[in-house]
T-cell receptor, first 114, second 112 residues
Framework: DAEITQSPRHKITETGRQVTLACHQT?????MFWYRQDLGHGLRLIHY???????NKGEVSDGYSVSRSNTEDLPLTLESAASSQTSVYFC?????????????FGPGTRLTVL | DAKTTQPPSMDCAEGRAANLPCNHS???????VYWYRQIHSQGPQYIIH???NNETNEMASLIITEDRKSSTLILPHATLRDTAVYYC?????????????FGTGTRLTIIP
């Protein structure tokens, strides 16, 4: 069955280290998204992509970067991890832009920055 | 995107229909109503969405009032696995407007 996966599921790192979170989907969806979820803030959009070589900033993009070299993957990189980036990160994908298509979410990655 | 109001929590007996209300009195004509749920520690799960007409799928039914100012998500035969936080989201989906704004939702507890 087609699906969206994230790895690792749990990660502990130290302040200042570079961290990359993986997101992989097998639906061949053009659109992919990264969110973070924190208590009291709901889900906040970090970055998104409408296709290969396309990336866009969301509302909380500072300190994060993404690259889209193929349809299936959108890795999220924390350039220099900070304690404020301790959060649960969710990746999502969507078939097309516009219309009434909806986003489908991965299982999440719990990141702790010490 | 229009604001939504949901009760913070609800209980429902196992096997009964769970009816979750959502108020969206400022909804505009081109905004869809979406429902997601999040079971503890898991990613949000899409349930159903609609524009004007009532909708039904294998998971739930969505009833939208004629004036579109409110809607109800119905889980016809609730099970313990339906215990989750349910989010009602109203939005226009178009190129460049992809952000899903999850409010505080309704915490639904299914009672054995």
């Amino acid at each position: 069955d087609a699906e969206i996966t994230q790895s690792p599921r749990h990660k502990i790192t130290e302040t200042g280290r570079q961290v990359t979170l993986a997101c992989h989907q097998t639906w061949n969806h053009n659109n992919m998204f990264w969110y973070r979820q924190d208590l009291g803030h709901g889900l906040r959009l970090i970055h998104y992509s409408y296709g290969v070589q396309d990336t866009n900033k969301g509302e909380v993009s500072d300190g994060y970067s993404v690259s889209r070299s193929n349809t299936e993957d959108l890795p999220l990189t924390l350039e220099s991890a900070a304690s404020s980036q301790t959060s649960v990160y969710f990746c999502a994908s969507k078939r097309t832009s516009g219309g009434s298509d909806t986003q489908y979410f991965g299982p999440g990655t719990r990141l702790t920055v010490l | 995107d229009a604001k939504t109001t949901q009760p913070p929590s609800m209980d429902c007996a196992e096997g009964r229909a769970a009816n979750l209300p959502c108020n969206h009195s400022t909804i505009s004509g081109n905004e869809y109503v979406y429902w997601y749920r999040q079971i503890h520690s898991q990613g949000p799960q899409y349930i159903i969405h609609g524009l004007k007409n009532n909708e039904t799928n294998e998971m739930a039914s969505l009833i939208i009032t004629e004036d579109r100012k409110s809607s109800t998500l119905i889980l016809p035969h609730a099970t313990l696995r339906d215990t989750a936080v349910y989010y009602c989201i109203v939005r226009v989906t178009h190129f460049g407007n992809e952000k899903l704004t999850f409010g505080t939702g309704t915490r639904l507890t299914i009672i054995p």
